[in-house]
């Protein structure tokens, strides 16, 4: 049973950047495509990041394009979020998500993280 651990969450101001991990327990990491989500308080999870299984497609929410950025180490069975110029709406309980395809149903195999809290305040 893969299962997935985020760390790197906290309070920061205005403007400072944050780097979120997510290790992945598995040996089979490099199977899965990866992904972040968010949600804020009152509002539903929203997709944030993600990275395909090798690594060479990324996609990014308008609201954060440009300034954050997602990779992987495969070594070290990790995906990452580097945050920068973080705002107050970016204030949220940070998911990582893993998903892997299948050949048979249900086709797709996904695990979620527990979450990381990053809060952003003067």
């Known amino acids: 049973q893969v299962q997935l651990t985020e760390s790197g969450g906290g309070l920061v101001h205005p403007g400072n950047s944050l780097t979120l991990s997510c290790l992945h327990s598995?040996?089979?990491?490099?199977?899965?495509?990866m992904a972040w989500f968010r949600q804020a308080p009152g509002r539903e999870r929203e997709f944030v990041a993600s990275?395909?299984?090798?690594?060479?497609?990324?996609n990014y929410a308008n609201s954060v394009e440009g300034r954050f950025t997602i990779s992987r180490d495969d070594p070290k069975n990790t995906v990452y979020l580097q945050m920068n110029d973080l705002k107050p709406e970016d204030t949220a309980i940070y998911y990582c998500?893993?998903?892997?395809?299948?050949?048979?149903?249900?086709?797709?195999?996904?695990?979620w993280g527990q979450g990381t809290q990053v809060t952003v305040s003067s």
């Open positions: 598995g040996r089979t990491f490099v199977n899965y495509n």
């Open positions: 998500k893993a998903t892997r395809n299948l050949p048979t149903p249900p086709y797709e195999y996904t695990v």
């Open positions: 990275i395909t299984w090798s690594g060479i497609t990324t």
